[in-house]
């Protein structure tokens, strides 16, 4: 009876340490579920997130260098307290320092207007500063008089010629709503989405234009060597959009693009230019035709008198 009793009792442990085990068994692998289910989000979302981060670095790599006053000014030089550029010259280094290769990523389809609208808006912002603080002092002070009467007609106060992002906003997106009114088109979310993405659109196509009045009045003459100067500065511009905010990959396939559109360029150049020599040979050879003609007229004329 004694020996039963104890195989009883080891029989009982050994369930239960079976149960206990299997317990532990089970929670060891929810456990392990839970944390994989964790892991497997991230993972799959990893290259997009990582995308992100790096362009963000690009981001404030670019703005760190185009994106304010002080940027540009440590970019390219401060000029003298007094200014050192005429207001030709001033409006010439505004156009140089437009963010136009900006716009040139959205058309190559490289990035979207949403991440480009703010570096335009900011890049011409400070395009516009530093132009002005190039710019001579009588300019300064004239252009500063001129803003101030504008703001006053336009806004009812003086302050700040340049618009905030919100206010930017207000103007384009009321504009584009007009637009679309007028053309009667139709409501809804999808149309609220898109509303969006074209006033992003908008902002960036804006901030690469440029008052045409202003421009027929202070753009007059071509100078060559201003010309030369501050094709250089957009040239950097350029550059620097292209290495800094783009992935290798891209600039690569960029350069690899533009070598065919050079390319491109030249065989039609090149065409051009010979269907014009073979088109002012034929003249010439008509010319020369019809002189001999005239002069076999007039050998003809002297032989009869």
């Known amino acids: 009876m004694l020996a039963l009793n104890i195989i009883f009792i080891i029989l009982n442990v050994s369930a239960s340490s079976f149960q206990h085990t299997s317990f532990s068994c089970k929670k060891t692998t929810q456990l392990s579920a839970f ?81 480009l609208a703010p570096l335009a808006y900011k890049a011409r912002i400070a395009a516009k500063e530093y132009a002005r603080s190039r710019c001579i002092w009588t300019g300064r002070l004239a252009t500063y008089a001129f803003d101030q009467y504008r703001n006053l007609r336009d806004r009812g106060r003086f302050g700040s010629s340049s618009l905030t992002w919100e206010e930017i906003w207000e103007k384009y997106e009321a504009q584009i709503m007009m637009e679309e009114e007028n053309a009667k088109s139709s409501n809804g979310k999808k149309e609220k989405e898109t509303l969006s993405m074209r006033v992003y659109l908008r902002i960036l196509e804006r901030s690469c234009e440029t008052n045409k009045a202003f421009d027929s009045l202070f753009l007059t003459d071509a100078d060559e060597e201003n010309d030369r100067h501050f094709g250089e500065i957009s040239s950097k511009l350029e550059n620097d959009v292209r290495y800094i905010l783009l992935r290798p990959k891209e600039s690569a396939s960029i350069e690899r693009r533009q070598q065919k559109e050079d390319k491109k360029r030249r ?39």
Request: overall charge positive; cysteine-free.
């Open 35 to 115: 944390i994989f289910n964790r892991e497997k989000k991230p993972r799959r979302t990893r290259k997009q997130l990582e995308r992100k981060r790096e362009y963000r670095r690009r981001r404030n790599l670019w703005l760190k260098q185009y994106g304010s006053l002080e940027a540009l000014q440590a970019t390219f030089g401060a000029g003298p307290p007094l200014g050192d550029l005429t207001p030709e010259e001033t409006r010439r280094l505004y156009h140089s320092l437009l963010p136009r290769s900006l716009l040139g990523l959205h058309e190559m389809e490289l990035l979207n207007p949403e991440e």
């Open 267 to 305: 065989e039609t150049k090149e065409k051009e230019d010979k269907k014009r020599e073979k088109a002012k040979k034929k003249n010439e050879k008509k010319q020369q035709k019809q002189r001999m003609k005239t002069e076999k007229g007039e050998q003809n004329i002297d032989e009869n008198i």
